[in-house]
């Protein structure tokens, strides 16, 4: 290293031209390098690709080709094509010794975007975080929760944990529990959830809603209401559907369990 040191401070004196040259052909490929893979990710020719692997793809040549573009602007300026292979490559060694957790990354990435088990848009759980899929590079994987926040994978992370896609089907099923009092009559529980889920014009009636009795216990009955619905649908209808239930039962009737606590005093 100090051998190659002496020899580009040598090299400097003599060759002030040409690293002017290789300066100015670094800062104008920089720019065109960044224009083009802005243009991969926003431009018309872009937009028909894949989000997913657009962008992917996009901040993949825009790291490679700004590397490229340093070593050749390196050899313009007439630097020892031996020093500079001595340099890369114990450079390399070092590099990669520190950036093993980044190579994971790019590799799983890679994983990702050949397996695709999420796209970006997809409402996902993966290494334990849920949200909205918003970007997928080299590194990493974003995600936006539905609170707003903004959490950031490792792919590394995201390749090798458990993965939950709840946008890849275009159907779901809406399962709804409700606890019921001793005593209450099944029928009317059962045939009331059923007037409720079709009375909801957002609920599939193919399959056709179910209402079934599931569990018995301290507590209470325990009944389930089973909807399939389209998948942009969940939300709206589990909440207008839970709505709709308890001002049903308060009308018709039908109690829910009431908590009891027992209080016993000390002699």
């Not at 401070?9 to 224009?35: E, H, M, Q």
């Not at 529980?189 to 009375?199: G, Y």
């Not at 909801?200 to 569990?215: F, H, Q």
Request: aromatic share 6%; with cysteine; proline share 3%.
């Amino acid at each position: 290293m100090k051998d190659f040191f002496m020899e580009l401070a040598a090299w400097a004196t003599t060759r002030g031209i040409s690293i002017v040259i290789a300066l100015l052909i670094l800062a104008i490929g920089w720019g065109i390098i960044s224009s083009v893979t802005k243009k991969l990710k926003k431009g018309k020719y872009g937009k028909k690709m894949d989000p997913t692997v657009r962008n992917f793809v996009a901040n993949f040549c825009n790291i490679g080709l700004k590397i490229i573009l340093v070593v050749t602007v390196i050899v313009i300026m007439g630097v020892p094509e031996a020093s500079i292979a001595a340099v890369l490559a114990s450079a390399g060694v070092t590099i990669g010794l520190a950036l093993q957790g980044g190579l994971s990354n790019i590799a799983s990435g890679i994983i990702l975007l050949i397996t695709r088990p999420f796209s970006i848009g997809d409402f996902v759980t993966v290494a334990g975080e849920s949200g909205t899929v918003t970007d997928i590079n080299i590194y990493y994987t974003t995600i936006l929760t539905p609170d707003n926040k903004t959490i950031t994978v490792p792919n590394s992370a995201a390749s090798t944990s458990n993965i939950t896609n709840f946008s890849i089907e275009n159907k779901r099923r809406v399962d709804i529990t409700a606890l019921v009092a001793y005593g209450t009559d099944t029928e009317l529980v059962k045939n009331t959830m059923l007037e409720i889920a079709n009375a909801n014009e957002k609920v599939l009636r193919d399959p056709a809603p179910a209402a079934v009795l599931t569990s018995m216990n301290d507590k209470g009955v325990e009944f389930a209401l089973r909807m399939w619905v389209e998948n942009s649908d969940y939300w709206t209808v589990h909440a207008a559907v839970n709505e709709a239930l308890k001002a049903s039962f308060e009308e018709k009737g039908i109690s829910v369990p009431k908590m009891q606590v027992n209080i016993h005093q000390a002699k």
